[in-house]
């Protein structure tokens, strides 16, 4: 108790007023100076480059739900939906900061302003599909102020992630755009759907498939297994080895269509947009939900998907 | 000019050019100081005794800054106790709020399109920026603080009472404006953390009955918070609030002088007030004994602040603001807690079994339109105000002795338990015994949330970069990654987690299941930047399904979690 009381009671003499305020105005001094020449030196730069850091990180965020579904998760493209974006043509290439390749992209199209501009321009306001002509799906327009739904900061962050690429850019295995005024080949002739196949192509629109599947001109869903070409592609997949020693007993493709749809967890597809597949996520009950009919006319229409 | 310059040479003339400026500098000192010479303030800075006739008393009549202060002090209240310079320092870091506030103020735009960046732009292109906003941020923190404890010292001593009730009364508005200004400033970085915690503490002023919802609408200028609430909030921040607060800090102050500094309890008659009374052998001249106290107190302090933000302490800043993104978790500010505590009452009566609660609310709510967020957000929560404002006119005991003050003092300390016990309510992981104010999702959501959550850092993202070597790793006590003790050590701690949670369960009774397995992934995306993801599979304890939840963020190398 008599140390609480002197403590309470305590009254400091003038020196060691003095000293105290001495002290404390060095103190202060000091932590002035410390950050002073801290923010002289490097202490702003680092700042800097944490917070471009966390930019990036953002921009991952945002890129891997808007637009990986086109461009693909690492930036490759993917055929007839988006063109690559991780490539040295669309990126050109830095080393240690400074721009060694130019992004022929821009030179090809004409673009006068930098790299940055052009990706935020196309992000926030997009492309009409009569201007890029390539494929048959156009380039959203995703900022606020064009009616998307990305804001200004987000556009940013998204901008400076794509750049991030540009130390490394891959120059293998991209889709990239074709040079203004050349086309990609001939287009194939759509085989016209049976009966059958177009109520079958009805069905697939209308239990909801289009969530997460992907069908070239009909669907952009980017969860589960693209299914632009899964006639061709689950004849394939019965006489793969996982395959016979998972529970599938599919000898056909339209067996393993149908399979895929009513016991979707029998087999795990390997490839999906965001990177393998995972069981559970694909509903187990569609062999209550869709009818017999829908069911048979559904295999059909994919089947013909080659 | 002519007679200035004629008497200037007369004066050259006749002492010499030295003497003269001396003379003519010492002059403007005088008048600068309001009638003391450099000898005098020399003097008192030295901490001589005064000399007779005592010059020092002169400020105390002439300027402006020195009549505001007390000429003399009782003996008895120079030591720390009894007021132990709270209120001393909860004007003083008003004065550093406002200083670090102006710098902030140029740098800063209300819009929700510049509001973030513009922050960034303080920290990462301002010099000083980063500084003046830790200052700005800690000041105001440590200001709520030393405003409570100056009310809290205020109740203790007795000193609102007979003549000092209405000292008490503008007290008790400085600490609403105080927590209104901290209030107000938490919007405006624009950034994940502020949003949220806004957005609760307005939408409870839309559940008060008729005049809520205007409210609301005024504060917010629209029915969510955007540009118009940003704008309104900055304006209360910068203008309104700190208006009324200088305005009833010169209310508050004059009544401190008027009255005088409350003696210690046990030195007055009961009933009696004698701090004005003091005998001459008891005074302690403000100059130079109590203006070198206070410089001393204003150095420590600030001393204490700015080192504090030189070292240890920054001022948080989350990711930029998303209407469409709640993070899990979210509270209000930490002075808040306990009006988000009180919100937490399902019932109007809390202690009745719930059958009968259930009635009593449906009654109540039938009836009257009450419900138990209005009651206990809107009536009881400002009802606190109320209390603390009328409490000298209703307490009717005279004596400001601690003995004869049983009652008070109990019905004090029960009052501030209730506050601590609704503010450990207020936060998400709720009171540790009774579980009160717990919440939380499924157990394996809260396991993610541990380690990886929505904002802020968690264990997972503070693994140094170089570590977070790519692959996939079950969650297990000894995981055994080469080279990376930091990785190995958080799989570690997830797994003992993931343990308890299996063991004990949390205060809405749910467990993890037995068979839950955990998995972190690591992704290189790009150089520099990785994903990481963590996935618990298990049993749902509710639908005895399997589940999986997963969660991921991608890391940068330089982003420093």
């Known amino acids: 108790m008599s140390i609480i009381k002197k403590i309470v009671t305590f009254k400091p003499s003038f020196t060691l007023r003095v000293i105290f305020g001495l002290i404390s105005v060095v103190g202060f001094l000091s932590a002035c100076a410390i950050v002073g020449l801290g923010d002289l030196s490097r202490a702003l730069g680092a700042q800097d480059a944490k917070y471009q850091a966390r930019s990036i990180e953002d921009g991952a965020l945002v890129y891997s739900q808007q637009c990986a579904r086109c461009h693909g998760p690492d930036g490759k493209g993917i055929a007839g939906q988006g063109p690559a974006l991780s490539s040295i043509t669309f990126l050109g290439k830095v080393e240690n900061g400074i721009e060694v390749t130019k992004s022929q992209r821009l030179i090809d199209i004409g673009w006068v302003g930098n790299l940055d501009g052009y990706i935020r321009a196309v992000t926030a306001a997009g492309i009409p599909l009569k201007s890029s002509n390539v494929w048959d799906v156009t380039h959203p327009a995703f900022g606020q102020s064009y009616g998307g739904n990305l804001r200004d900061d987000q556009i940013a962050d998204v901008s400076l992630f794509i750049q991030n690429w540009r130390q490394a850019p891959y120059t293998e295995g991209v889709i990239d755009s074709p040079k203004p005024g050349e086309a990609l080949g001939p287009k194939p002739t759509a085989v016209p759907l049976s009966p059958e196949q177009e109520a079958g192509k009805a069905a697939f629109l209308k239990y909801g498939c289009t969530a997460c599947h992907a069908i070239k001109g009909v669907a952009q869903g980017a969860v589960g297994p693209n299914l632009s070409t899964i006639g061709a592609d689950a004849a394939n997949i019965i006489t793969q080895a996982d395959y016979k020693s998972s529970q599938g007993k599919a000898t056909t493709a339209s067996e393993y269509i149908h399979e895929s749809i009513v016991s979707p967890n029998a087999y795990i597809a390997p490839k999906c947009p965001t990177g393998a597949c995972v069981a559970g996520i694909m509903p187990q009950n569609f062999a209550q939900t869709i009818p017999a009919t829908d069911l048979t006319n559904l295999v059909a229409y994919l089947a013909s998907l080659k | 000019m002519a007679i200035i310059g004629k008497r200037l040479v007369k004066q050259v003339k006749t002492t010499g050019v030295k003497a003269t400026i001396a003379q003519r500098a010492d002059d403007a000192f005088t008048r600068f100081t309001s009638g003391l010479t450099w000898g005098d303030v020399r003097g008192v800075l030295r901490g001589d005794p005064a000399p007779r006739p005592n010059p020092r008393v002169k400020p105390h009549t002439e300027g402006f800054w020195f009549h505001i202060r007390p000429t003399f002090y009782h003996e008895a209240t120079t030591s720390l106790y009894p007021t132990f310079r709270l209120g001393f320092l909860s004007a003083l870091f008003f004065a550093i709020e406002i200083i670090t506030g102006v710098y902030l103020m140029i740098f800063y735009t209300p819009s929700p399109e510049r509001a973030y960046s513009s922050m960034i732009d303080i920290i990462t292109n301002v010099p000083f920026g980063m500084f003046m906003r830790d200052l700005h941020r800690l000041g105001a923190e440590v200001m709520v603080i030393v405003v409570t404890l100056h009310m809290v010292r205020t109740f203790t001593t007795g000193s609102y009472k007979k003549p000092r009730q209405f000292t008490w009364f503008t007290g008790v508005v400085l600490l609403m404006v105080t927590l209104g200004l901290s209030f107000s400033g938490y919007l405006l970085p624009w950034d994940q953390l502020a949003f949220w915690a806004v957005t609760i503490g307005t939408s409870m002023a839309d559940a008060a009955p008729v005049l809520g919802p205007t409210v609301n609408l005024l504060l917010r200028g629209a029915p969510d918070i955007g540009a118009g609430g940003l704008l309104r909030f900055y304006l209360l921040h910068v203008v309104l609030l700190p208006l009324i607060g200088i305005i009833f800090v010169a209310v508050h102050y004059y009544k401190v002088v008027r009255w005088g500094l409350s003696l210690p309890p046990e030195m007055e008659p009961v009933g009696e007030d004698n701090a004005r009374k003091v005998p001459p052998e008891k005074r302690v001249n403000f100059l130079p004994d109590i203006a070198t106290n206070e410089i001393m107190y204003i150095a420590i302090a600030v001393a204490i602040l700015a080192v504090s933000?030189?070292?240890?302490?920054?001022?948080?800043?989350?990711?930029?603001?998303?209407?469409?993104?709640?993070?899990?978790?979210?509270?209000?500010?930490?002075?808040?807690?306990?009006?988000?505590?009180?919100?937490?009452?399902?019932?109007?009566?809390?202690?009745?079994?719930?059958?009968?609660?259930?009635?009593?609310?449906?009654?109540?709510?039938?009836?009257?339109?009450?419900?138990?967020?209005?009651?206990?957000?809107?009536?009881?929560?400002?009802?606190?105000?109320?209390?603390?404002?009328?409490?000298?006119?209703?307490?009717?005991?005279?004596?400001?002795?601690?003995?004869?003050?049983?009652?008070?003092?109990?019905?004090?300390?029960?009052?501030?338990?209730?506050?601590?016990?609704?503010?450990?309510?207020?936060?998400?992981?709720?009171?540790?015994?009774?579980?009160?104010?717990?919440?939380?999702?499924?157990?394996?959501?809260?396991?993610?949330?541990?380690?990886?959550?929505?904002?802020?850092?968690?264990?997972?993202?503070?693994?140094?970069?170089?570590?977070?070597?790519?692959?996939?790793?079950?969650?297990?006590?000894?995981?055994?990654?080469?080279?990376a003790p930091d990785l190995n050590a958080v799989l570690k701690e997830i797994y003992y987690d993931m343990q308890r949670r299996m063991t004990s369960a949390d205060p809405n009774g749910r467990k993890l299941s037995q068979d839950a397995v955990a998995k972190v992934q690591i992704a290189q995306i790009q150089p520099d930047l990785k994903e990481l993801t963590i996935s618990i599979s298990y049993t749902d304890d509710q639908t005895g399904t399997p589940q999986l939840y997963t969660k991921f963020k991608f890391l940068h190398k330089n982003a420093d979690h």
């Not at chain 2, 999702?441 to 959550?453: I, K, S």
């Not at chain 2, 802020?456 to 692959?471: C, E, R, S, Y």
């Open chain 2, 309 to 483: 933000c030189a070292t240890w302490y920054h001022a948080p800043l989350e990711t930029h603001s998303n209407p469409l993104v709640t993070p899990n978790h979210t509270v209000a500010p930490w002075y808040f807690y306990w009006l988000q505590g009180l919100l937490k009452n399902t019932h109007i009566i809390p202690i009745l079994p719930t059958d009968i609660s259930t009635v009593v609310d449906r009654f109540f709510a039938n009836v009257l339109g009450l419900t138990p967020k209005i009651l206990w957000g809107i009536i009881i929560g400002p009802l606190v105000f109320v209390l603390l404002m009328v409490v000298p006119y209703i307490d009717p005991n005279p004596s400001r002795r601690y003995g004869q003050r049983k009652i008070m003092l109990t019905l004090g300390a029960l009052f501030g338990a209730l506050i601590l016990y609704l503010s450990l309510a207020g936060i998400p992981t709720g009171v540790p015994v009774t579980g009160f104010g717990y919440v939380g999702g499924a157990p394996a959501a809260e396991v993610a949330q541990e380690f990886m959550p929505d904002e802020g850092d968690g264990a997972l993202m503070n693994i140094p970069f170089d570590q977070m070597v790519v692959g996939e790793y079950q969650v297990s006590p000894d995981a055994g990654v080469a080279n």
